[in-house]
T-cell receptor, first 112, second 109 residues
Framework: DVKVTQSSRYLVKRTGEKVFLECVQD?????MFWYRQDPGLGLRLIYFSYDVKMKEKGDIPEGYSVSREKKERFSLILESASTNQTSMYLC???????????FGEGSRLTVL | QKEVEQNSGPLSVPEGAIASLNCTYSDRGSQSFFWYRQYSGKSPELIMF????GDKEDGRFTAQLNKASQYVSLLIRDSQPSDSATYLC?????????FGQGTELSVKP
């Protein structure tokens, strides 16, 4: 199984701050994903990456960017945090041929 | 129309009963389907995946897929209080997993 590690479980930031959410996977797989999860809205895809230096927008990319400098690391960046970005952020790596995602423990971000 | 739809619940069943969770999807080209379980405060964990029409069984869990009708379901036999969680249906669309909102299941002792 893919093991996915998110560096911060809980963060509190202020409006306008730049926020980095880090994610590392321990398998040599290319595919990584960032979702946010909100009550009543489910998991929504922000960005994904199929390879180093490659990124694709998901369904809600506005206000976010990503960085994939190494295969094992996929970072989500909030350039200027806003209160509507308060959420649970989930990073995932794609498993083997079966295509399922393996999730990290999540990063709960609060923007004040 | 949402791409992947689930009843949000909560669905309440007594211990030992069969819990039936349903999911419909809009993209006829979807090829693979996944069920995840998510306990409160935890991240989703994979229960089962299914690619082919019909049933797939794994212990107390059975996934059912009907591509013609565009629905996928999850049956949990002999439900236990420890099965109480939110169940997420996910559909692979063009390499991206699109999730439903999830169905909250409560199993009463």
């Amino acid at each position: 199984d893919v093991k996915v590690t998110q560096s911060s479980r809980y963060l509190v930031k202020r409006t306008g701050e730049k926020v980095f959410l880090e994610c590392v996977q321990d398998m040599d797989h290319e595919n990584m994903f960032w979702y946010r999860q909100d009550p009543g809205l489910g998991l929504r895809l922000i960005y994904f990456s199929y390879d180093v230096k490659m990124k694709e927008k998901g369904d809600i990319p506005e206000g976010y960017s990503v960085s994939r400098e190494k295969k094992e690391r996929f970072s989500l960046i909030l350039e200027s945090a806003s209160t509507n970005q308060t959420s649970m952020y989930l990073c995932a790596g794609r498993g083997s041929y079966t295509g399922e995602l393996f999730f990290g423990e999540g990063s709960r971000l609060t923007v004040l | 129309q949402k791409e992947v739809e689930q009843n949000s619940g909560p669905l309440s069943v007594p211990e030992g009963a069969i819990a039936s969770l349903n999911c419909t999807y809009s993209d006829r080209g979807s090829q693979s389907f996944f069920w995840y379980r998510q306990y409160s405060g935890k991240s989703p964990e994979l229960i089962m995946f299914i690619y082919s029409n019909g049933d797939k069984e794994d212990g107390r869990f059975t996934a059912q897929l009907n591509k013609a009708s565009q629905y996928v379901s999850l049956l949990i036999r002999d439900s236990q209080p420890s099965d109480s969680a939110t169940y997420l249906c996910a559909v692979n669309q063009g390499g991206k997993l699109i999730f439903g909102q999830g169905t909250e299941l409560s199993v009463k002792p």
